[in-house]
């Protein structure tokens, strides 16, 4: 935990968005932070970030191809470059973890990357968050 501190303020904003999520209509996936894909150098080029946001702001396809992909998993899914199901997808890697035990709380948290991500912290970070929004979910139940 001492390692996730970096990570308070993602988590918190992470928190509200799911609290959110979980008031409106089931079906939905929130974006946030896409801006921070610029900062790694292999998305400056636009032919390789174009697709990707696009893909990203067609939240109905890009909800559908991701619920394929995840229903498939049980609690923890990486999927690291070509082995995602969309083309614009092709040159990120998808951590994921599932949050929530009924079906009416529950979700995937995930962190969108470089195929270069430092799989050591993202797992366990987004393993941390869904445990965490999991226990949140539970107490407010």
């Known amino acids: 935990q ?3 501190v970096a990570y308070h303020d993602v988590l918190w904003t992470l928190l509200d968005t799911v609290a959110r999520g979980v008031a409106s209509e089931e ?3 929130y974006i946030n932070g896409q ?3 610029l900062e790694h150098p292999e998305f400056r ?3 390789r970030l174009e697709p990707l946001v696009r893909f990203l702001e067609e939240r109905r396809t ?3 191809t991701l619920r394929r992909l ?3 998993q049980r609690d923890l ?3 690291i470059g070509r082995e995602n199901p969309h083309e614009a997808m092709h040159d990120v890697s998808l951590v994921a973890a599932r949050y929530g035990k009924s079906s009416r709380r529950s979700g995937w948290v995930a962190v969108l990357g470089p195929t270069r991500m430092h799989y050591a912290q993202a797992v366990p970070a987004v393993q941390f968050a869904a445990q965490t929004l999991t226990e949140t979910l ?3 139940a």
């Open 62 to 64: 890009a909800y559908e």
């Open 70 to 72: 995840l229903v498939e």
């Open 27 to 29: 079906g939905e996936i």
């Open 138 to 140: 539970s107490r407010l």
């Open 77 to 79: 899914a990486v999927s």
């Open 2 to 4: 001492d390692e996730l």
């Open 45 to 47: 080029e636009s032919n």
């Open 35 to 37: 801006s921070h894909m």
